[in-house]
């Protein structure tokens, strides 16, 4: 490639029943097609897809709503990764509630699949106030997982998970766009023999070495 080609819209359509339109979005791709997963500050999760020989290129003006809930139950920040081992899509998304910013999961089995819940509400996080030793913050927002390869898929290596996330001050309070936010790294160190997943102390039921699944 000499030169860059000419800009297009990723996507033309919106987010029903969001108030500010399609956010926070991402791209994860498998052998076959590509997907863009958003968010709306809504309670709802939205897909759309496209042919992989298609992208780069418009997944034009159409999606639909996958998950569905209260709205701080499923707010923003939206990932989705292929779990290294296993024959499984994680989708992590942030959620609002009573202490902070918290990250709830859902697994699939196929990106075009449904996404079945994995990790609950604050009291049983992915990632939390109430599973981390992070004691500056009580938000555990916009988070994403440190992957294991560089190709369209986002595989993880859930016997080693590493997730960025960034966290604030609890006692400033200002303008949103103003709140100091500062980025931190949060390690998961589980061991391969164990029967579950160790997020920073909060077990789930994901059988992190389990290539059979």
């Known amino acids: 490639m000499t030169r860059w080609g000419e800009t297009y819209p990723l996507y033309t359509g919106g987010a029903a029943g969001a108030p500010y339109g399609p956010i926070d979005s991402t791209v994860i791709g498998d052998k076959k097609n ?6 709306g500050d809504n309670g709802r999760i939205y897909r759309s897809i496209m042919d992989i020989d298609n992208f780069p290129g418009s997944f034009g ?13 499923l707010f923003e920040a939206v990932q989705v990764y292929k779990l290294k081992g296993q024959k499984k899509w994680l989708m992590i998304v942030e959620c609002e509630g009573a202490v902070g910013r918290y990250f709830r999961s ?9 996404f079945t819940e994995l ?11 109430s599973n981390t030793y992070i004691t500056w913050s009580n938000d555990i927002s916009h988070g994403d997982l440190i992957r294991d390869t560089h190709d369209q898929t986002f595989e993880v290596d859930p016997c080693n998970l590493q997730m960025l996330i ?4 609890p006692n400033i309070s200002t ?3 103003d709140l100091p936010y500062r ?11 164990q029967t579950t997943l160790t997020i ?3 077990h789930h039921s994901l059988k992190p070495c389990d290539t059979s699944g």
Not at 34 to 39: E, G, N, P
Not at 62 to 73: G, H, K, M, Y
Not at 183 to 193: E, I
């Open 106 to 114: 859902f697994t699939a089995t196929d990106l075009k699949g449904n």
């Open 166 to 169: 960034q966290g604030r001050n």
């Open 61 to 73: 003006n159409s999606s639909e709503t996958i998950l569905s809930a209260n709205t701080p139950d």
């Open 175 to 177: 303008d949103y766009n």
């Open 183 to 193: 980025p931190v790294c949060q390690m998961s160190r589980p061991r391969c023999c």
């Open 34 to 39: 590509m997907y863009l997963f958003f968010a």
């Open 119 to 129: 990790s609950g509400l604050e009291s049983s996080p992915f990632a939390g106030k």
């Open 200 to 202: 920073v102390g909060s």
